[in-house]
Nanobody, 116 residues
Framework: QVQLVESGGGLVQAGASLTLSCTAS????????FGWYRQSPGKQRELVAQ???????NYADSVKGRFTLSKNDVGNAIYLQMNSLKAEDTAVYYC??????????WGQGTQVTVSS
């Protein structure tokens, strides 16, 4: 059972930057993919950024060029660097890891609020 804990959310003004962190109870090496999702009120949860075990990365079109997903050398933490934040980036951000048996693990979420 992998446990994921997010941190780094907050209230910022449009144009500012934030870095979200996700620490796992074990390394991500055994995972097929890991990354970040977000959910705004009244909307479905959507993929923000993801890295696959093969090393390829995927970003939502709305965040390309502004957000960067990275991981630490130990492999038990991932980060989402968010620049040029917009009001529409306001959401609860969730860390996610997908196992080899297609089991999805989620963190508790961290709120990001961007004021315009």
């Amino acid at each position: 059972q992998v446990q994921l804990v997010e941190s780094g959310g907050g209230l910022v003004q449009a144009g500012a930057s934030l870095t979200l962190s996700c620490t796992a109870s074990e390394t991500f090496r055994g995972m097929v993919a890991f990354g970040w999702y977000r959910q705004s009120p009244g909307k479905q949860r959507e993929l923000v950024a993801q890295i696959t075990r093969g090393g390829s990365s995927n970003y939502a079109d709305s965040v390309k060029g502004r957000f960067t997903l990275s991981k630490n050398d130990v492999g038990n933490a991932i980060y989402l660097q968010m620049n040029s934040l917009k009001a529409e980036d306001t959401a609860v951000y969730y860390c996610n890891a997908l196992s080899q048996i297609n089991r999805s693990y989620w963190g508790q979420g961290t709120q990001v609020t961007v004021s315009s």
